[in-house]
């Protein structure tokens, strides 16, 4: 039988040597106080494997083979509801059956109570066989998961000390019929108006005398949105000019876009129609509107974005993983026509660019576990621990320890997250076409899968934050990260640089070296914004000068810094994975090989990247600076 979990020696090298899954399988049982738990790895590791073997082997039997029919798929809307087609609705039928919708979720919601992990292992594989099948996966248990984490932060969740356990928690209605595969939730933030930018969002949330909240107005482009739960971000405070103020005026909202009365679908809101797309076809794509529909408020009026980056985080950790389930399929429809298709006495995979293209492809997959996987570690670690310090008793040392691992798994999780989205999401589209390529004629044929999966792979820039935008967010944060802690700042540097020199092992020299050029390229631009700041005190007494300093706008001031962020988070990518791997091929020699691939085709490029950042951009700065000028009076005169 295939088995996309077996027959895949990376992925299984994390679960049985990569990953340290001790703090994570202590924090899922609860410090192995869980009633029904596991009370060690081993067990629960047996458990985990049997659910990737079972998945694995469900997405290579009854996903991967239906490619077609589901590409041909297209949900559409007929009398206000949404059909979807048979084969979509036979493979939920068997997730069902299986279980899954409720594999993470607590065992005393109902739920498997496995880690997060184990369904971004299983996102990966579904992806391998259908990224839409995937996607649409991810809005049944992952949605279930954010409702339990949202009444967890707002503290409507309450505990049961001994044995620990959830006692009761506010979504529960939700939960419950999501983990049935009765329905499922969405993410409900893009509007006709606004998308990257959601200062700019209309649909408002208005509270009645009574205190009883409706949401107004419309969301497009909302994947799996014919379902019930709808977390809706929507405005509830005065509008404002400034964009980052305006992420304050957000709030988050639970919708039931429908309730069931007297076994009757009474719709509360109208699915206007879904999208006909370029790929990702057994996945609906809906617009929606809401009319005073009734709603609960998550968490407090203005916290809406902070309630969004929760789901975001997760939500783009797994999209890298679909990715990489993306790039497998592409590349390993590459490998296999490589290896038959014969030219010029001997098969292509033999001739030397096709050789490297292949090569290339395995790195970046490789690349994009290694940060797929740690990031998803961090992430999970860290929400888990908070739980922990919150919920469950232990000793002042102990809370100590989790403290301290919550705060680095924090910050490793941020700096990961925007790297993996955005390389994740690029890679997977340039792995499809280069698949392509390799097919020569025959991949631009229908017949062929790989077309499919080029398609299907476009969106990976796009949807859960564009590529840009993952760009913009790693180049702030490690700017302002410099300048608000310049003493780390310049001791990462200061290390990079005695270990590029001075490391005994010639790889770790140059892992370092990377790592130095990284922060070599932030001083850079660093350096520059501050020069241009002080250039502006020219203009302002020395009276002001103290609130000019102060005064950073990051549209203004960070206007070179915007232009290469692109190139910017390529070195940090190239850093990060680099040290990523190192660490791996302490853990297993074997593993050194990915890191010296990986060097070697990321140290020349990364060169490149910075020569472009210290080098050029000033011409369109200035020719973007004088097209603001000319606006300027022509706006006045209105
Ligand atoms: C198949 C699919 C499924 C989706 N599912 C969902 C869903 O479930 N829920 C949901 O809410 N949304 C969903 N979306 C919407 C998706 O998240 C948005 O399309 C995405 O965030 C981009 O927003 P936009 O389309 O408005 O593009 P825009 O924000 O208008 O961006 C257009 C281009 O400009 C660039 N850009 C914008 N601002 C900047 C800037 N400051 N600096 C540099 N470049 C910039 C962008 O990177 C992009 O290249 C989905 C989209 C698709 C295609």
């Known amino acids: 039988m295939a088995n996309f979990y077996d027959d895949n ?120 066989a259908d990224v839409s099948t995937c996607t649409h996966v991810g809005f049944h248990g992952g949605m279930a998961l954010a409702a339990l984490m949202y009444s967890v932060l707002e503290g409507t969740t309450t505990f049961t000390k001994n044995p620990p356990a959830i006692a009761e928690t506010r979504f529960r209605q939700c939960i419950e019929e999501i983990i ?44 799996s949105g014919h379902g019930k739960w709808h977390f809706v971000i929507a405005k509830t405070e005065p509008d404002t000019d400034d964009a980052f103020a305006g992420l304050k005026t957000l709030s988050m909202f639970l919708v039931p876009a429908y309730e069931i009365v007297d076994g009757e679908k009474k719709w509360l809101a109208t699915l206007d129609g879904t999208e006909v797309k370029l790929g990702h076809n057994a996945s609906a794509t809906v617009s929606i509107s809401f009319e005073d529909t009734p709603a609960e408020l998550i968490g407090n009026r203005g916290e809406g974005f902070k309630y969004m980056l929760l789901l975001m985080n997760n939500a783009r950790v797994g999209v890298g993983f679909e990715s990489l389930g993306s790039m497998e399929a592409s590349y390993r429809a590459a490998v296999a026509y490589a290896a038959e298709r014969p030219s010029m006495g001997k098969t292509i995979d033999k001739h030397e660019m096709i050789a490297d293209l292949l090569e290339e492809m395995a790195t970046d997959i490789q690349a994009t576990r290694a940060m797929s996987v740690r990031a ?36 490793e999780s941020r700096h990961l997250t925007p790297l993996l989205k955005w390389f994740g999401g690029e890679k997977a589209v340039e792995v499809a076409r280069r698949s392509i390529q390799i097919h020569g004629g025959s991949g631009y044929i229908k017949e062929y899968q790989v ?81 241009t700041k002080v250039k502006e005190l020219r203009h302002h007494s020395p009276g002001e000068w103290g609130t000019v300093m102060q005064d950073w706008d990051p549209k203004r001031d960070f206007a070179l810094a915007m232009l290469h962020a692109e190139r910017l988070i390529t070195i940090l990518t190239a850093a990060a994975v680099a040290e990523l791997l190192w660490d791996q091929q302490e853990i297993d020699p074997a593993r050194r090989e990915i890191l010296l691939n990986w060097l070697e085709r990321q140290e020349p490029l990364c060169r490149y990247h910075h020569d472009s950042i210290t080098t050029t951009g000033l011409r369109l700065l200035e020719k973007l600076a004088g097209d603001e000028q000319a606006k300027a009076p022509a706006q006045a005169a209105k």
């Open 180 to 223: 049935s595969g009765e329905t499922w939730g969405s993410m409900d933030i893009t509007e006709p108006g606004a998308g990257s930018d959601m200062a700019a969002l209309t649909t408002r949330g208005t509270q009645d005398a009574d205190g009883n909240w409706t949401v107004t107005g419309q969301k497009i482009f909302i994947t």
């Open 451 to 531: 077309e499919k999966l080029l398609r299907d792979a476009m969106v990976f820039p796009i949807y859960e934050g564009t590529s840009q935008i993952q760009a913009l967010m790693a180049m702030k944060d490690n700017l302002l990260g410099a300048v608000k802690n310049p003493k780390r700042f310049v001791r990462t540097t200061a290390q990079a640089r005695w270990k590029s020199m001075s490391a005994k092992d010639p790889v770790e020299r140059r892992v370092a070296g990377l790592r130095l050029l990284s922060q070599q390229t932030m001083q850079f631009l660093l350096t520059r914004l501050t020069a």
């Open 9 to 128: 020696a990376d992925l299984r090298w994390y679960v049985e040597r990569g990953i340290d899954w001790e703090p994570i399988v202590r924090l899922t049982e609860y410090d192995y106080q869980a009633e029904d738990g596991f009370k060690n790895v081993p067990e629960a590791l047996e458990f985990y494997t049997d659910i990737l073997n079972l998945v694995g082997e469900y997405s290579a039997e009854a996903i991967a083979p239906r490619w077609k029919e589901l590409d041909e798929a297209h949900p559409h809307l007929v009398d206000g509801e949404v059909i979807e087609a048979d084969v979509t609705k036979e493979i939920f039928e068997g997730l069902k059956e299986m279980e899954l919708h409720g594999l993470c979720l607590p065992r005393e919601l109902g739920g498997m109570n496995a880690p997060l992990l184990l369904l971004q292992f299983n996102n990966e594989m579904v992806a391998r």
């Open 376 to 411: 998803a570690w961090c992430e999970e670690l860290a929400s888990k621990a908070r739980i922990a310090l919150d919920h469950l008793e232990m000793t002042d040392e102990a809370r100590a320890e989790m403290e301290r691992t919550k705060k680095r798994c924090e910050r």
